[in-house]
C-alpha cells in the first residue's frame, strides 16, 4: 500500500476511535491482518467461549482459523448439527466475533442481517463483541454507510450465497421483499449502555465486503 495511503487511513482510523469512545465503545488500530489477529486474541483471552456470525471479515483476517487451533471454546455454527441451538448459545458466549458491513468516521456502525441473529448479539447477551472492520468499510457519515450496506455488502453476499433477488441481477439494491432477501433486520449502533463491551479494531486492509 502507498505511503500517503497508509498515513491518511491511520489519521482516518483515530478519528474513527475518538468517536467509538464517546460512545461507550472501544477502539484499535491495526496496521495489518496479522496485527489484527493479535489484537483479537488479546481481546478474547485464552479458554474463553467463543462464536461468531456468517462473518468474511474474520475469516480473510486469519483470527478464524487462529480460533480452530488455538486454545479455545470455539463455538462453530457451520459444524452445529442444531443451527437454532448455536444462535441461541452464543448469546451466553464470553466473545462473539463480527464485522460491520459500514462504519463512520464518527463511530456509527451499520449492519444488515438476514435472520437477525448476528444484529441481535451485538445488541445484547454475549460479554464481549470484538468487530474486525476493514478501511474498505469507512463512510463520512451514516447516510452513505447506510447506501454502502445496501449497495455494496448486501449484493456482494447476495452473490456469495447464490440468492435470487433483484439486486442478484442489477448490483444495486430494490428495497425489495423477495422470498429470498437477505435484508430482514437493519441495526445502526450509534451508542452502547454497556461502556466496552464493543471492541472495534480498525484493521488498515480490505476485509469482507
Do not use: W
Not at 462464536?51 to 452445529?80: I, P
Not at 466473545?95 to 456509527?108: H, K, P
Request: charged fraction near 25%; hydrophobic fraction near 40%.
Amino acid at each position: 500500500m502507498n505511503e500517503s495511503v497508509v498515513k491518511r487511513n491511520e489519521i482516518i482510523a483515530q478519528t474513527i476511535i475518538k468517536g467509538l469512545e464517546k460512545r461507550n465503545m472501544k477502539g484499535f488500530y491495526a496496521a495489518d491482518k496479522e496485527e489484527a489477529v493479535k489484537i483479537a486474541l488479546d481481546l478474547i483471552g485464552e479458554g474463553a467461549m467463543v462464536t461468531m456470525g456468517g462473518t468474511q471479515s474474520v475469516k480473510d483476517a486469519g483470527l478464524f482459523d487462529a480460533l480452530k487451533k488455538g486454545n479455545y471454546d470455539f463455538l462453530d455454527r457451520e459444524e452445529a448439527d442444531d443451527r437454532r441451538a448455536a444462535y441461541l448459545a452464543a448469546f451466553d458466549a464470553d466473545v462473539y466475533l463480527g464485522s460491520c458491513n459500514a462504519i463512520t468516521q464518527d463511530g456509527i456502525l451499520i449492519n444488515i442481517d438476514g435472520v437477525g441473529n448476528r444484529v441481535a448479539a451485538y445488541c445484547y447477551g454475549p460479554k464481549k463483541v470484538v468487530l474486525l472492520v476493514g478501511m474498505n468499510k469507512v463512510c463520512a457519515d451514516e447516510d452513505s454507510a447506510v447506501k454502502r450496506a445496501r449497495n455494496v455488502a448486501a449484493t456482494t453476499n447476495i452473490q456469495r450465497f447464490g440468492r435470487n433477488t433483484p439486486c442478484a441481477k442489477t448490483g444495486k439494491c430494490h428495497d425489495c421483499t423477495s422470498p429470498e432477501c437477505i435484508c430482514g433486520q437493519f441495526l445502526i449502533t450509534r451508542f452502547t449502555m454497556t461502556p466496552d463491551r464493543i471492541h472495534v479494531i480498525i484493521v488498515n486492509e480490505d476485509l469482507g465486503f
